[in-house]
């Protein structure tokens, strides 16, 4: 028996001991580099104690082995040399079990340089996109015609003529179900529900970034070709995705079947929101205790508001992971929480996440409005959950439509309380006669958001509730470690997975996306037990936002630094909203009377020139003096034709009339 294959059998068994026994200590980092926390630094009287157990059940197995053969030396006409030998050659053998916990270090040392690899693959794609970030503004113009493929286009094979049969991703139909048609030089934008490509100025930026990022995506599987998918998604819902892949194509309508086929004609292309996959919710955030508010009053019923109010919780539910916990609170006249939770925040497993979805469902509109009770309740919960576990935020979403009918506003209880739990608040007004004054005041009042959702208007709320996302995403430019996701199985056919996933920040630590790079299981056999070396990394790593927003970004998702619905008293709002309209009616009442004389004016000059054009005809006709014409108020004496004069020659005295008073009037 060889030396290091007896290291590497016991190393094997050293870690399954560990895997089993106890809970591994945590993965840290240094110097941005993966220095895992492997079982060589746990005690080594640990380790040696593993041995001890280890090396009795070998000896006692080969104790058994050697008696039997020494039986059977002794049964036989074997030379005693042989049988010294025999003796020899076992003690040997026994002293290779004799091995330093140091020894175990191969499996642990390649294991870090594997997740070294994927994580600098993942920094290469974020700070690309953050230098295409900086660059843009100056570059916007050069970009009015950038190619980019949309991942769902019908004609995609006809625009990358590269797609081939690749064996190390998924499975589809064009491949004979052994592999997946992929393009290996470009990559594809896939676009969430109700994303319109090209649609603003954000996503154009983000579609802009193909080619920049494809140099990327290629120069990371150059230098590590066992790296699989490669994306960035961004905070409005489109994803880059590399290899390019033919999204239609991803259609499964047996779940148990991992082969891929196209959609259906008239079907839809299957859809896509990376900002609800595992990856992207482990690094967009830090792990959170929320408890979601849902006003379920009488006039909650109007208008689809509760449908509005489930949709937007379901939302937010839907965007947590594993390592957040929930509550919910529904309130009327009194506030209640859902039955299987009690009194307490659960974390978001599989399990939990269906009942929390099914208890929102069976939600029905009823009584009057209490504030007090539903925060009163919430901060309940808090205080309850002292004991358990940390996470980054502490954070309450209040869902309204009306105003308070019963009880009163508990401004005192929610700043007492925002001090000790250091509660980060968002208040949404549903419907579009919601009151508007009070969610936004409880707000303004306690260093949140506040945000107007109008009647049937469900289409997308994860963008309209972006502010939420935006605040609990904020880093202060600083580069957070890599984060790994727990495992969880792949849409698109490699099985089950663990991301490296790390959020790209523009320089006033606003979220631009987050890059990922996929690390299937089935990549990982050489190592012993890789699932529970990944769930230890994705479980110690947690990447909390800093303690204190700057009120600068608060302002800024608030609407304006300098004045917004929380900045602006709203009684100075009033007050110049009503001397503006105040100025521009004085405006226009003064242009009007200008117009009025200018116009007056110029229709009298238009009538005395025809009544001049009358007269003179009349005194050609008459044989009158034409010099008279000219001057109607001289008289007869000053060559001014008057009225008697007038009628001797026999000319109409409505006209004389006429023409008195229109040049009286000029």
């Known amino acids: 028996m060889k030396s290091n294959e007896s290291e590497s059998e016991l190393c094997v068994a050293y870690h399954h001991h560990n895997e089993i026994s106890h809970h591994p200590k945590p993965f840290t980092r240094t110097d941005n580099a993966m220095a895992i926390h492997s079982h060589q630094q746990q005690p080594q009287t640990h380790f040696h104690h593993f041995r001890k157990k280890y090396l009795l059940s070998t000896l006692t197995s080969s104790l058994k082995s050697m008696t039997s053969s020494l039986f059977i030396i002794n049964s036989t006409t074997i030379p005693p040399f042989l049988t010294t030998i025999l003796i020899v050659f076992l003690v040997i053998s026994f002293q290779s079990y004799f091995v330093h916990p140091a020894n175990c270090q191969y499996y642990n040392t390649s294991f870090a340089a594997l997740i070294e690899k994927k994580e600098k693959a993942v920094l290469e794609i974020c700070e690309k996109a953050k230098s295409f970030h900086i660059t843009w503004p100056t570059m916007r113009d050069q970009y009015s015609s950038c190619v980019f493929y949309d991942a769902c286009d019908a004609s995609l094979s006809q625009k990358i003529p590269n797609f081939d049969c690749n064996y190390n991703f998924g499975y589809d139909q064009e491949c004979g179900c052994s592999g997946e048609k992929l393009s290996l030089n470009d990559a594809v934008v896939k676009y969430a529900p109700d994303l319109i490509p090209g649609s603003n100025d954000l996503i154009r930026e983000f579609e802009c970034m193909s080619n920049s990022l494809r140099d990327v995506f290629r120069q990371n599987l150059f230098k590590d ?10 905070t409005a819902g489109a994803m880059q995705l590399f290899p390019g892949v033919q999204w239609r194509h991803q259609y499964q309508p047996d779940p148990s079947v991992s082969c891929r086929e196209e959609v259906p004609a008239g079907k839809p292309c299957p859809s896509f929101d990376p900002r609800i996959r595992p990856w992207y919710i482990t690094a967009a955030a830090g792990s959170k ?33 594993r390592k957040d916990r929930l509550a919910l609170i529904f309130f009327s006249d009194n506030a209640f929480t859902c039955a299987f939770s009690g009194d307490q925040l659960l974390f978001v497993n599989n399990e939990n996440y269906e009942k929390f979805k099914k208890c929102i469902m069976n939600i029905t509109p009823f009584g009057q409005t209490n504030f007090e009770n539903a925060f009163n309740l919430a901060f309940k919960l808090f205080e309850n959950d002292q004991t358990q576990n940390k996470t980054c935020n502490n954070v309450i979403l209040f869902l309204t439509d009306g105003k308070i009918t019963s009880g009163i506003l508990p401004d005192s209880i929610i700043k007492e309380k925002n001090e000790k739990f250091g509660v980060k608040l968002f208040t949404f007004s549903l419907g579009n006669e919601a009151d508007e004054e009070t969610p936004r005041r409880i707000a303004c009042d306690n260093g949140g958001l506040w945000k107007k959702i109008a009647d049937g208007n469900i289409k997308d709320l994860r963008t309209q509730m972006s502010s939420y996302y935006d605040y609990l995403s904020y880093r202060d430019n600083k580069i957070d470690g890599v984060s790994w996701s727990e495992i969880y199985t ?19 630590g606003r979220l631009l996306g987050v890059a990922g790079v996929d690390v299937p299981l089935s990549t990982l056999s050489e190592f012993p037990n890789p699932r529970a070396l990944l769930n230890e990394i994705a479980e110690k790593r947690d990447n909390c936002p800093p303690k204190i927003i700057p009120q600068e970004f608060i302002d800024e998702l608030r609407g304006g630094v300098s004045c917004n619905y929380c900045s602006c008293p709203r009684d100075v709002a009033i007050y110049v909203s009503v001397t503006v309209v105040v100025i521009v009616l004085c405006v226009g009442v003064i242009g009007v009377i200008i117009l009025s004389i200018i116009y007056s004016k110029f229709i009298k000059k238009k009538r005395w020139t025809r009544l001049q054009q009358a007269l003179a005809t009349s005194y050609q006709m008459n044989n009158i003096p034409l010099n008279s014409l000219n001057n109607p108020s001289g008289g007869s004496h000053s060559g001014f034709l008057d009225h008697h004069d007038a009628t001797n020659y026999g000319l109409s005295e409505r006209l004389l009339i006429d023409r008195d008073e229109v040049y009286t009037s000029l």
């Open 490 to 508: 792949d849409t698109t056919g490699l099985g089950d997975v663990s991301t490296a996933s790390l959020a790209c920040f523009a320089s006033n």
């Open 225 to 234: 070709p066992t790296v699989k998918w490669q994306y960035l998604a961004s």
């Open 289 to 321: 205790s929320i408890i979601i508010i849902l006003d379920v009053s009488s006039s909650m019923g109007s208008n689809s508001r509760i449908e509005i109010a489930i949709s937007a919780a379901l939302s937010v539910i839907d965007g947590l992971s």
